[in-house]
């Protein structure tokens, strides 16, 4: 889907413009077997265009955007209120391009009590608008625009100091592909009115229907989300002092079966491989005849360095989780410290908990650290017939019994059965980190980091709340011919739990229409089958770009992990440095970004993967401390990503220097602003800043010659006539090198 952008332009110069027919509304979508509303409208009057000078001078107090979406009818009401900080009276024209086959019900903008006069663009007007306000303004961001129509409004003057509301509201019908409905709304707004921090921002989507709701799920914000049903769910987003740089953009599926599957795929061109997402979700709840029976055994550390606070956090956990058993389930806990010692010799019924709890409760933290004993001990407990969950916390590095890393693993290794899984806790920051992860990556689990200012019960409680419920075990994906590769996570699939969803991203080459994937598992011992029939994976390029960009996030996520693991060598940071450059992915061991400037060339890639290179040595060598824990923490959060990994880097001038937010740079009259950081993520593409040029990390200037053409000459505006996708690339700036279809394009300034 195009990007739709939504701005507002306001000139600081008066210009003159023709009368204007009050704002005619168009009747909100309905169905075909509807009585649809119809309005008459009388002609309009072309208006000119203004010119625009300092958008500097106007500040966004607010943006509230409420969306409500009733079985795919999407009403989106805006809320933006805007001040003027200049000297001078700002007065001229709001211009708000449509969503394609959206109608607009509402605009009003108060002043003095008053509302103002719209109208509605036509395309080719409003496109024609647009170009005229680039070549006056020379401001290349509003080649972003793309849309079908759009309202135009007189804006009176806004008087210094003062401010001027504006309320919207459009409704528009979502299509349903792949099983998936999309909804996008533009955040964006602000990038062009200035690039100081919007006050405050909010976005809520309620969501209801005739049918189940499944996959939820946003490719560019954190959402927080509230399930109200299986038919209905709001997800919000809010921010204070904030710039946007993602419009916001929500997916969700209507489930069909007990467990949904949804597929999205991007390919970059025809010739190179493609990228897959496929998003499993299970209920949201089930019967209790339908939740499998599992072990629990809890494994907490009790060593003398875990007195105080610490201790206390942790026995809550272990409290918390017994009384969340399910009555078919069974438990048992292991305290260690020097040796071992266990609350039961055998696994116990739901209805011994409270016995557990008081014996627990009455443990105080003392002695040594033996993790090897306890986990053998825990994991000789696992009966081979019941899916069994291990939760082990430790605060240490073992110091009783086996210490060696490397024997331990070993030794878990050779007790563990293929149904359990350990799902680790690392308190503070003197864990074991090469350990634990070894541990959960071997066991099929996860792994979490309780850093100091974090409460320990509050970790384990979320954890658990999310696999207290298993509804499908020993997972398996059967794909096929088709050819798949680079899955995360990495086959064989996590179990499902009720009410949380799997994210899996990968590869694949070839093409194949109308296929199906079957996934299977075992329900209480029971195999059980489901068929997704209908997945494209096609051939030519499109899709979701975001896609490409979420799986280069976990596999280096993954390959950072690997080179810890297991130290450093050439084909690892190959990998993590080529994918780090062409898809702008920041890690703390890739400033090579901002400070090679010949990072595209072959001289450039060697340096950066011998500065990688070192820095890996060092990472693989240290397994504890803070460094150690915020490294394996990132790692992890990478690796299993659900949201490409966004960029967060300093502000930096095209001359390469350190510039705050909100400094401008002037060329030839023109006012430019600097970007937030030097690396831009434009659609599928990934540009840094270098010389003062956004170049396309695809461009190769070693191989590559350019195609110049001058910033808004004639030929500059033919060629996005000839190639309207090129305008999203040339708003980067008046110097510009982005690739397209192997041709490599070089904006030039005047």
């Known amino acids: 889907m195009k990007r739709l952008l939504l701005f507002v332009l306001f000139c600081l110069i008066v210009v003159p413009v023709a009368a204007q027919e009050p704002f005619c509304p168009t009747p909100p979508p309905c169905r075909p077997d509807a009585i649809c509303q119809t309005v008459p409208c009388p002609p309009i009057e072309p208006t000119q265009p203004g010119v625009f000078t300092n958008p500097d001078w106007l500040r966004i107090d607010h943006h509230r955007v409420n969306v409500t979406i009733d079985n795919q009818i999407a009403t989106t009401s805006v809320d933006m209120e805007f001040v003027n900080e200049g000297n001078a009276l700002a007065e001229g024209t709001f211009i708000f391009p449509l969503p394609g086959g959206a109608a607009v019900d509402q605009l009003t903008m108060y002043i003095n009590g008053q509302a103002i006069d719209a109208r509605i663009l036509p395309a080719a007007e409003a496109r024609g608008i647009y170009n005229e306000i680039v070549r006056q303004y020379r401001d290349p961001a509003l080649l972003e625009y793309v849309g079908s129509s759009a309202i135009q409004a007189n804006v009176f003057p806004i008087p210094p100091g003062e401010s001027r509301k504006i309320e919207i509201r459009y409704s528009q019908i979502l299509e349903v592909e792949n099983s998936l409905i999309h909804y996008v709304y533009p955040l964006k707004v602000t990038d062009l009115l200035s690039n100081r921090p919007v006050d405050e921002m909010s976005v809520r989507v309620e969501v209801s229907g005739n049918d189940a709701i499944s996959n939820i799920y946003s490719p560019s914000h954190p959402i927080a989300l509230r399930r109200e049903g299986d038919r209905n769910f709001v997800a919000g987003y809010e921010s204070v002092g904030s710039i946007p740089t993602d419009d916001f953009s929500l997916y969700y599926g209507i489930a069909s079966q007990t467990i949904n599957a949804n597929l999205l795929t991007y390919r970059e061109s025809a010739t190179e491989d493609g990228f897959f997402m496929l998003l499993v979700q299970p209920p949201l709840t089930l019967p209790a005849n339908q939740i499998i029976a599992k072990d629990v055994i809890i494994v907490l550390d009790q060593s003398g360095s875990m007195f105080g606070e610490k201790w206390d956090q942790a026995r809550l956990a272990a409290e918390y989780v017994l009384k969340q058993l399910n009555p078919s389930d069974r438990f048992n806990v292991v305290l260690f410290s020097t040796g071992w010692r266990v609350y039961s010799n055998q696994m116990e019924a739901t209805s011994q908990a409270q016995g557990a709890i008081d014996w627990v409760r009455a443990q105080e933290a003392v002695g040594g650290t033996d993790i090897n004993g ?227 060339t072959a001289g450039g890639l060697d340096r950066a993967q011998e500065a990688f290179a070192q820095q890996a040595q060092t990472l693989s060598s240290t397994t504890s401390g803070s460094g150690a824990v915020a490294a394996a923490d990132m790692n992890a959060e990478m690796a299993a990503a659900n949201a490409p990994a966004p960029v967060m880097m300093p502000t930096m001038s095209p001359a390469g220097t350190m510039a705050a937010p909100g400094d401008a740079m002037e060329t030839d009259g023109s006012v430019f602003y600097n970007p937030t950081n030097p690396i831009q993520t434009v659609n599928d593409k990934t540009f840094l800043l270098q010389n003062g040029v956004w170049t396309d990390t695809i461009f190769q200037p070693d191989t590559m010659q350019t195609e110049k053409v001058v910033f808004l000459s004639d030929a500059y505006f033919e060629l996005l006539e000839a190639h309207p996708e090129l305008g999203d690339y040339f708003a980067l700036g008046d110097q510009v090198i982005v690739v397209l279809d192997g041709t490599a394009y070089e904006v030039t300034p005047m």
Do not use: C
């Not at 709340?465 to 509804?471: D, R």
């Not at 088709?482 to 064989?492: C, E, T």
């Not at 997945?535 to 596999?555: D, V």
């Open 374 to 600: 306890a986990l053998t001990t825990a994991m000789g407990m696992a009966d081979a017939e019941r899916p069994t969950t291990i939760l082990f916390l430790t605060d240490g590095l073992a110091t009783e019994g086996e210490t060696d890393s490397k024997s331990i693993l070993e030794n878990l290794k050779a007790a563990a059965r293929p149904n359990v899984r350990i799902f680790t806790f690392g308190v503070g920051d003197d864990v074991d980190t090469l350990l634990l992860d070894s541990i959960v990556r071997e066991q099929r689990g996860t792994g979490s980091y309780v850093r100091p200012s974090e409460r320990i019960d509050e970790e384990v409680a979320s954890l658990y709340n999310k696999i207290s419920a298993p509804v499908l075990t020993n997972v398996r994906l059967e794909t096929g011919d088709l050819n798949l590769a680079d899955l995360y996570p990495a086959l064989p699939m996590p179990d499902l739990f009720a009410g949380t969803q799997l994210t899996l991203v990968g590869r694949y080459r070839g093409e194949a229409e109308n296929i199906s994937f079957t996934l299977r598992g075992q329900v209480n011992g029971q195999e059980q089958t489901f068929v997704y029939s209908g997945l494209n994976f096609p051939a030519r390029a499109g899709g979701e770009p975001f896609i490409a960009r979420l799986w280069a996030t976990r596999r280096i996520g993954d390959l950072l992990n690997t080179v810890r693991l297991n130290g450093e060598n050439p084909e690892l940071v190959d990998s993590i440095v080529r994918l780090s450059v062409r898809y702008g992915i920041i890690t703390p061991y890739t400033s090579f970004l901002i400070t090679e400037d010949d990072i595209l």
